[in-house]
């Protein structure tokens, strides 16, 4: 579903409409809409309701309480989604992996709504290493929304854009000791190839480090069953 969206911004008089460039939204989101502190939006997270994010709040505890500082998660989620299954009830279907590095050893865990798997060592985290050797680009990268035009018009701006009802929808944490980041985004602002980020979005490091955990959690969800 296409839609027009109205965001108000203060700016001089201007007597006509004006098309922006893709320069000038860029400058526009990274101002008005910057990306959130990841410890905040960590605890938005784990503080709502659900059984998933109580899960993921206690492990996150008992990291904390052993003195496990490299650790993470990616999680998948598909809003307006219905399922017979009784791991995914709800409204929402949300498969998450949760990873962590104790005793130079890797671990890997799989969550969803009212199921849990048992952890599993693993040989490697290849993603969160990744995260590890690649963190500076990636805290000051971002993946953008879907954006086809935009125009400022007197004191407003309007984005021709596009959202997608019910798609897929992904959010990544990492953390290695002090560097800690927090990825959201959906699955058309990697996939729709009309929109004006769309090169620059599967350029970044968010994107490699998508691509590298994707490959991983589809691996582990043959090997790690849930109960």
Partial sequence: MKLLILLL????????????????ITNYLIKFQPLGNPDSLLNGMVEKD???????KNCISYFKSSNIDTFGFFNTYSPGFTS??????????????????????????QFTHSC????????KLYGLNFFKANFFSIDSERIFPVIYSAKLDINNIKFDGEIIMHEKKYVIYCQAKENKIFLS???????????????????????HLYKIMQAEANIWKEIIPIR
């Fill in 185 to 207: 985004f959906s699955q058309s602002d990697i996939e729709n190839q009309k929109g004006l980020f769309y090169l620059d979005n599967i350029s970044t490091s968010h994107f």
């Fill in 116 to 123: 849990k798997s048992e952890k599993m060592q693993i040989e």
């Fill in 50 to 56: 659900g059984n998933l994010n109580l899960e993921i």
């Fill in 9 to 24: 911004l203060t700016t001089p008089f201007v007597c006509c409409s004006q098309s922006m460039t893709k320069k000038e």
């Fill in 84 to 109: 017979t299954n009784s791991c995914f009830t709800g409204v929402m279907k949300s498969n998450l992996f949760l990873f962590w590095i104790s005793n130079d050893k890797f671990y890997v865990q």
